[in-house]
């Protein structure tokens, strides 16, 4: 009659929880525009109508305290509810969740603050999706995050627990600046690393004037030790200091870099398009509801 996906569908279309949305599958044989109509009707589904809209605009918030920290992104639709004061706390509210419970992933998040979930989206009028999120035991551990621009960027790093908080400080923000990948050249797969190669060959040789294969090949390798400064955050300089990397910055205090998650708001999302036609007949639209 339906299967797990239509009620993940139902649940993402409409922001009901997942026990709900497979009682209104079942209400309605599985038809997913009655299973709407369904929630909407028992007062469920009041984000439903705006499903369909695109969320790319929002913010990139960290909340940390003794046991956790935290990294989440939120999306909304416009910029100017991104900067007012009732989606930011939300989203505060979203990441405090996180640091504070033992959830997996966005749908366990969605599932327990659908009810807040579904007011804000009400209050704000927009539509609002918790997109994704990052969380750092602190236990053993110094985790630190930096927030840039206001929510456009946000970073979250976890250190060795003999770090300093300055030291961490400064990782953070080099990872906003410079955009790493990779911790370290080790943790760089050897899949990107051939195809890079690749790339960097075929460049070589379809030069007008390609140099002796030999030669094309100590290139080569100097442009991948090259990549890694670009990817690697040990292997990047120190934007404080242009003349160390960060490996050498952080071996003074004998730091250890484990991992860190680098959130940029909107990143590969689509983007919001609207014609003046549209924009025209949406508010004609309204004016008939």
Known sequence: MFTSQDVMKLRQVTGVGMMDCKKALEATNGDMDEAIKFLREKGMATAAKKADRIASEGIVAAYKNSSAGVLVEVNCET????????????????????????????????AAKTAELNEAISKIGEKISIRRFAKYSAA????????HMGGKIGVLVEA???TPADVIHDVALQIAAAKPSYVSKTEVPQAEIDSEKEILKAQALNDPNPKPINIIEKMVEGRINKYYKEV????????????????????????????FTRFEMGEGLEKKQDTMAAEVQAQLDKMKK
């Open 79 to 110: 910029d100017f509810v991104a900067r007012g004061d009732q989606f930011k706390s939300f989203v505060e509210s979203i990441a405090k969740f996180i640091a504070e419970n033992d959830v997996k992933d966005v749908d366990s998040v969605v």
């Open 140 to 147: 053993n551990t110094v985790v630190d995050s930096y927030i």
């Open 160 to 162: 060795s627990a003999n």
């Open 232 to 259: 690697c955050l040990l292997e990047q300089l120190f934007v404080k200091d242009g003349e160390k990397t960060i490996a050498q910055y952080i071996k003074a205090t004998n730091t250890e870099i484990i991992r």
